[in-house]
């Protein structure tokens, strides 16, 4: 009998946290603040690039290049030191104090309303250097309601960061796609309900294990601009087969998902307090994060997924990895675009391809634009992008950071003095 009511309990509650809808409201209060900057309050799991905090998150995406690993290697690179990989400035932030948003300029809240990454664009301008506080501002550039054959009805929003040093030297710039859809209209309409678990067989991973070890590093011998060419193929890269252990990694090395905050103890207790929809009864009628999904396949299962699922931004980070890989020490990934194409379920290989698609010469400066693509062992195309490199170059000599456009560095500049002026927030 106990056991009976406890689960129609449980099941009640189960169906109340897949139930919630689009709201008009939400979507409106969004609508009402694109193109707004306002000052990122948000304290990430990881604020300051120690050399320790660089290597452990370049390690928890799978990224053995010593430029971000080894302090000593960095001493025979153009840049005297180690560095962060650039897509490191996506995980960090401390918070930066200035005007706040009113109560009506928040934008919606999308309770109940589940959100996946779907894509993103990254600029990059400067490196992250061992002892930099980063910092952001930003807002909502875009917001659009769609139809999907996943989930029906969806709100497809673009936001924008504007990541920064403690000497308001603008780093980087990310827009991410993010997608809103209902978990009841997904788990109804089954679009992946069909996708088979992969079964592996020893031939099969001794294949991949092929693969990984032929993996090529360019590390410090240069990749001249010269002797690339259009329609040169990049070395491959494979990742996976995806497990849960790979979640625990890419979370151990820094990706806190702090807006949420993935906590433990009486620290879960307090934030079951602030967020209580974000919690839901697992299998155990234990409440726990919505954010399983990415580890938990019956929940996953229970918002229209096959399987837990990976993080749009850890295979955001598998591109870079590629990238980086490809271009050298000496070389530097001006832009990153991406688009996630389908799910990277647990069990899935991804494997990355690309193949130069342009070369062009802009005021002494090299850059080398590259389409790039990742398959699943399903021959699915899981991911596509485009990015443009700068690459040293024989007779100009280095390749060179590109230049922070005036009025944005003016705005960093702006928002690093509010900063220093407001007082700390009460301890």
């Not at 401390?94 to 959100?115: N, V």
């Not at 990310?174 to 009841?184: A, F, M, P, Q």
């Not at 207790?269 to 974000?278: G, L, S, T, V």
């Not at 020490?329 to 799910?343: A, P, T, Y």
Request: charged share 25%; glycine share 10%; hydrophobic share 35%.
């Amino acid at each position: 009998m106990t056991e009976t009511t406890s689960s129609r309990s449980q099941q009640e509650e189960f169906d109340e946290a897949t139930s919630a809808e689009l709201l008009e409201s939400d979507i409106e209060k969004d609508r009402a603040i694109v193109g707004r900057d306002w000052p990122n309050r948000t304290q990430e799991y990881l604020s300051t690039a120690t050399p320790e905090a660089i290597r452990n998150f370049a390690r928890s995406y799978g990224d053995d290049n010593p430029l971000y690993s080894d302090t000593g290697h960095g001493r025979q690179t153009r840049w005297g030191g180690q560095i962060a990989p650039p897509i490191m400035a996506g995980i960090l932030n401390a918070p930066l104090r200035g005007e706040r948003p009113g109560k009506d300029e928040r934008g919606g809240s999308y309770r109940g309303i589940h959100a996946f990454v779907s894509g993103g664009t990254w600029d990059w301008y400067r490196p992250i250097r061992p002892g930099d506080t980063v910092y952001s501002f930003g807002g909502l550039d875009s917001i659009e309601v769609k139809r999907s054959e996943f989930a029906g009805r969806s709100v497809v929003k673009v936001r924008r960061d504007v990541k920064m040093n403690q000497n308001a030297e603008v780093i980087g710039v990310y827009r991410t796609l993010v997608i809103y859809t209902e978990r009841k209209k997904a788990r109804e309409r089954g679009k992946y309900s069909g996708v088979e678990a992969p079964s592996y067989t020893e031939a099969d991973i001794e294949e991949i294990e092929r693969l990984y070890a032929a993996e090529q590093r360019r590390g410090t011998q240069p990749r001249y601009a010269e002797d690339v060419e259009v329609g040169e193929e990049l070395s491959p890269v494979v990742k996976g087969p995806l497990t849960t252990t790979d979640m625990v990694v890419f979370h151990a090395g820094g990706y806190g998902f702090a807006p949420y905050g993935l906590v433990t103890g009486r620290l879960a207790h307090e934030n079951r307090k602030r967020i209580a929809p974000f919690y839901v009864r697992n299998e155990y009628g234990v409440p726990d994060v919505a954010q399983r999904v990415h580890w938990d396949s019956a929940w996953a299962q229970a918002i229209g997924n096959p399987r837990a699922y990976d993080y749009g931004v850890l295979r955001e980070c598998w591109a870079n990895h590629f990238l980086t890989d490809w271009a050298g020490d000496d070389g530097w990934v001006v832009s990153q675009h991406d688009q996630l194409r389908k799910f990277n379920y647990q069990g899935d290989v991804q494997y990355f391809g690309g193949e130069v698609t342009g070369k062009h010469l802009e005021d002494g400066q090299w850059l080398i634009d590259v389409a790039f693509r990742a398959t699943n062992q399903r021959d699915e195309e899981t991911m596509r992008g485009t990015t443009t490199l700068a690459l040293p170059s024989k007779e100009h000599g280095p390749a060179l950071l590109p230049a922070v456009p005036a009025d944005l560095q003016r705005r960093a500049i702006e928002m690093m003095t509010a900063h220093g002026a407001a007082p700390p927030p009460a301890a």
